[in-house]
């Protein structure tokens, strides 16, 4: 069965820093790009950073600019969330999922047919 499996996130306090991983299972995610998401309590689910299957090429919406950064490394079949002064309006499920096709900037949840299960990142004040 075909599975994205999302790890690293926890309890941290403002300020600090988290990697989130996402590995599959079953599949080899070297010719999809791949994108990350959060959802927090009550709102819906947010477009955090996108990759191309290669690496080469990263986006991310102005209010995560520098914060976030997204990357992969193809030869272990992971992709990272690296997570710098994180604040507690980033406290969220994160999600990873993936796409195929072409590099194109795409943000939208329903651009990405592939979800892992998500991994709770709580940011404390």
């Known amino acids: 069965q075909v599975q994205l499996v999302e790890s690293g996130g926890g309890l941290v306090q403002a300020g600090g820093s988290l990697r989130l991983s996402c590995g599959a299972s079953?599949?080899?995610?070297?010719?999809?790009?791949m994108g990350w998401f959060r959802q927090a309590p009550g709102k819906e689910r947010e477009f955090v950073a996108t990759i191309s299957a290669s690496g080469r090429n990263t986006y991310y919406p102005d209010s995560l600019k520098g914060r976030f950064t997204i990357s992969r490394d193809n030869a272990k079949n992971t992709v990272y969330l690296q997570m710098n002064t994180l604040k507690p309006d980033d406290t969220a499920v994160y999600y990873c999922?993936?796409?195929?096709?072409?590099?194109?900037?795409?943000?939208?949840?329903?651009?990405?047919?592939?979800w892992g299960q998500g991994t709770q990142v709580t940011v404390s004040s």
């Open positions: 999922a993936a796409r195929s096709g072409g590099w194109f900037i795409k943000s939208a949840p329903t651009d990405y047919p592939y």
């Open positions: 079953g599949w080899t995610l070297s010719s999809y790009s």
